[in-house]
């Protein structure tokens, strides 16, 4: 399994679009189903700053994850841009290996 977590700071008054849009059946879910390699996205609030979001979307292989983002790359920019306006910050914390 290959993980990507992403954390974003979102703008107060935006948070129950932006769960809409980035939870497990949000746009971007639907955007990875395109894809078999494609496992699961998680959304995650943090409890002390309610503003505060992470996202784990589960992929079967960083090759499948990096094939798809080669192959829909103009398609995930689209969809980026019109998700930016709901946040502060967004900021890509890592990739990660499942080992176990």
Not at 15 to 25: A, I, K, L, T
Not at 53 to 73: C, H, I, P
């Amino acid at each position: 399994m290959f993980l990507v977590l992403w954390e974003f700071d979102v703008k107060p008054g935006f948070e129950s679009r932006f769960e809409r849009v980035y939870g497990p059946d949000g746009d971007w879910a639907q955007f990875f189903r395109r894809d078999p390699s494609y496992r699961e996205t998680r959304l995650l609030r943090e409890l002390s700053r309610p503003n505060a979001y992470m996202t784990l979307d589960v992929w079967e292989s960083q090759g499948a994850y990096e094939k798809f983002q080669q192959q829909n790359r103009e398609a995930y920019l689209t969809l980026d841009r019109s998700s930016e306006a709901m946040t502060l910050r967004e900021k890509r914390l890592g990739s990660f290996d499942e080992t176990i």
